[in-house]
T-cell receptor, first 114, second 114 residues
Framework: GAVVSQHPSRVICKSGTSVKIECRSLDFQATTMFWYRQFPKQSLMLMATSNEGSKATYEQGVEKDKFLINHASLTLSTLTVTSAHPEDSSFYIC??????????FGEGSRLTVL | AQTVTQSQPEMSVQEAETVTLSCTYDTSESNYYLFWYKQPPSRQMILVIRQEAYKQQNATENRFSVNFQKAAKSFSLKISDSQLGDTAMYFCAFRENTGNQFYFGTGTSLTVIP
């Protein structure tokens, strides 16, 4: 099946700094990618839909200035958490749709803000 | 909006036994996709099985099968001959035929007991 790779898998940063997470589709082109946030023992919460070559579409309540999404190519989307605070600590997951209808997920990135 | 409900937050099953995870959904669409995803402790979401709503035959993938009841809007997952590696969170998901939006249930934490 299609492969989506996410990097880094773990990141620890100081409060106030910015962190970039990359999501790559390795063997297919993804015009659309999705970014989710997951709290412990909870479901995935869709943050935004990343569209190649255009602005991302953010879900209600998600701060677009804090969570910057760039989808510069058909195989790469990035999520930058700007001026991170401890409450931004979470598990972030990206995904991309395959041509058979399902979503393929990256490995996830555990962000810890000190 | 579509909703997906998983009414069993936690379940356990003895190794080699069979377990069924429940999922119901609400939609006014007639054609759509349904999925079960597995999220093991490693945290990467893995597709277990998918079902197209227009297909009456229940999908099967080795030890995994579904009971798709379209009129009842029910989509349960049966795991036969449970193995220790099946221990994970299981998420039921819905996707419209058109568009990319996925809707996830709240998940069921399954523990396989040796």
């Amino acid at each position: 099946g299609a492969v989506v790779s996410q990097h880094p898998s773990r990141v620890i940063c100081k409060s106030g700094t910015s962190v970039k997470i990359e999501c790559r589709s390795l063997d297919f082109q993804a015009t659309t990618m999705f970014w989710y946030r997951q709290f412990p023992k909870q479901s995935l919460m869709l943050m935004a839909t990343s569209n190649e070559g255009s602005k991302a579409t953010y879900e209600q309540g998600v701060e677009k200035d804090k969570f910057l999404i760039n989808h510069a190519s058909l195989t790469l989307s990035t999520l930058t958490v700007t001026s991170a605070h401890p409450e931004d600590s979470s598990f972030y997951i990206c995904s991309a749709g395959g041509n058979t209808g399902e979503l393929f997920f990256g490995e996830g990135s555990r962000l810890t803000v000190l | 909006a579509q909703t997906v409900t998983q009414s069993q937050p936690e379940m356990s099953v003895q190794e080699a036994e069979t377990v069924t995870l429940s999922c119901t959904y609400d939609t006014s669409e007639s054609n759509y996709y349904l999925f079960w995803y597995k999220q093991p402790p490693s945290r990467q979401m893995i597709l277990v099985i998918r079902q197209e709503a227009y297909k009456q035959q229940n999908a099967t993938e080795n030890r995994f099968s579904v009971n798709f009841q379209k009129a009842a809007k029910s989509f349960s997952l049966k795991i036969s001959d449970s193995q220790l590696g099946d221990t994970a969170m299981y998420f039921c998901a819905f996707r419209e035929n058109t568009g990319n939006q996925f809707y996830f249930g709240t998940g069921t934490s399954l523990t396989v007991i040796p």
